[in-house]
Nanobody
Framework: QLVESGGGLVQTGDSLRLTCAIN????????WSWFRQAPGKEREFVAG????????YYSDSVKGRFTISEDNPKNSVYLEMNNLAPEDTAVYYC?????????????????WGQGTQVTVSS
């Protein structure tokens, strides 16, 4: 079970930290990614971290502003978001992938949280 939290209403330039609380899964044995979906748009990849935290990946739109990390003892994955902009407004989802190779495609992830809303006002 994956449970996201930390979303909210913020202003342009503000920061937020999203948390994905993980129950029943060994964090280090999965690839983890954050996706987001804005109204009327398809779900898109935001950031990912590979098994054992070896590598991280970011979409071009968030690179340099967002940071993904994992904490095995706390069974959590985080998304630190800085310098937020209105175009970052979306529902953010945490997702897990268990197979060997990492992927940024939403359809390749088999476990999802319920999402947390992030709204950035101008």
């Amino acid at each position: 079970q994956l449970v996201e939290s930390g979303g909210g209403l913020v202003q342009t330039g503000d920061s937020l930290r999203l948390t994905c609380a993980i129950n029943g899964l060994a964090v280090s044995r999965y690839h983890w990614s954050w996706f987001r979906q804005a109204p009327g748009k398809e779900r898109e990849f935001v950031a990912g971290i590979t098994k054992f935290g070896e590598d991280t990946y970011y979409s071009d739109s968030v690179k340099g502003r967002f940071t993904i990390s994992e904490d095995n003892p706390k069974n959590s994955v985080y998304l630190e978001m800085n310098n937020l902009a209105p175009e970052d407004t979306a529902v953010y989802y945490c997702a897990a992938r268990s197979v060997v190779y990492w992927s940024a495609a939403p359809n390749d992830y088999d476990r999802w949280g319920q999402g947390t809303q992030v709204t950035v006002s101008s």
